[in-house]
């Protein structure tokens, strides 16, 4: 038995790239490897992908480029995680489909939640890229809107060198503690940005859960997905 039925994983772009700028082959295919492993457990699997590997359009903006056509570069990046993870997954024999918010039709459908659902209630696992398609969004809060349109019961929000929510960042507050459990309202109030405050809003309102944990050891979303209590649960 597993906790979910359909969950939505969001990867960010830093998880690609191994820390670095690009795809870090050997990294996406531990990622894929993984997804396969929830996928072979019989539940449906969403992802959505960052690109903050490549471009993070607020970043080109303070080098002096214009904020929309910076965001349009950022959501043309992630497409290349997508891919990378489509190719793995398919090497593993996972079927899968990029899904894509800015039409680009020799590689990807387009975004088309019903036939998502569709895809996923036969085993496919869907990749949705290019963000929300819209400028000025994050992929954070692309992954609550489509966890919530395609009917996924949690977020899973994975995250690089981070297992959780803490009360500061433990990077730079040696005193902060990690929450088992949290609410939106809670995470909102106390300004923790562990995800953008209008995905957090998002899921409150639609009262979505999300579970934030590290990607560290290998297993862990399998671990979530079976119920095991890692990284902080965050509801409504
Ligand atoms: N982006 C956007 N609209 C969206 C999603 C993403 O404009 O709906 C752009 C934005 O410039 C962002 C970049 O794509 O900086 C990469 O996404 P994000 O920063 O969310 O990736 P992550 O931090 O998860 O790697």
Redesign the pocket.
């Known amino acids: 038995m597993t906790a979910y039925n359909r969950v939505l994983l ?1 990867l ?3 998880v690609f790239g191994g820390g670095k700028v690009g795809v870090d082959p050997d990294v996406v295919q531990g990622i894929a490897r993984e997804i396969a492993s929830v996928a072979r457990a019989g539940v449906q699997v969403a992802v959505v992908t ?4 490549f ?4 970043e080109l903006q303070q080098r002096g480029m214009d904020r929309v056509r ?6 043309l ?2 497409v290349m995680n997508c891919l990378a993870l489509q190719d793995f997954l398919e090497k593993l024999g996972v079927e899968t489909r990029v899904q894509t ?1 800015i039409a680009m039709g020799q590689i990807a459908e387009p975004y088309i939640p019903r036939r998502a659902i569709r895809h996923m209630e036969k085993g496919r696992v869907v990749i949705f890229g290019a ?12 992954a609550a809107q489509r966890a919530l349109e395609t009917k996924c019961d949690v977020v899973l929000m994975s995250k690089n060198g981070v297992d959780g929510v803490y009360s500061a960042d433990p990077r730079l507050d040696p005193t902060a503690t990690k929450f088992d459990d949290l609410t939106f309202e809670d995470a909102l109030q106390r300004g923790l940005r562990v995800a953008d405050a209008t995905a957090f809003a998002l899921c409150q309102e639609n009262k979505l859960p999300m579970v934030v944990f590290g990607m560290e050891p290998e297993g862990n979303i399998l671990r979530v997905v079976q119920g095991e209590r890692i990284g902080t649960l965050v509801s409504a």
């Open positions: 969001k960010s772009g830093e960052g690109g903050g590997n471009f993070r359009g607020a910076a965001d349009y570069i950022g959501m990046g992630i918010a963000g929300m398609g819209m400028p000025f969004f994050s992929t954070d809060t692309v």
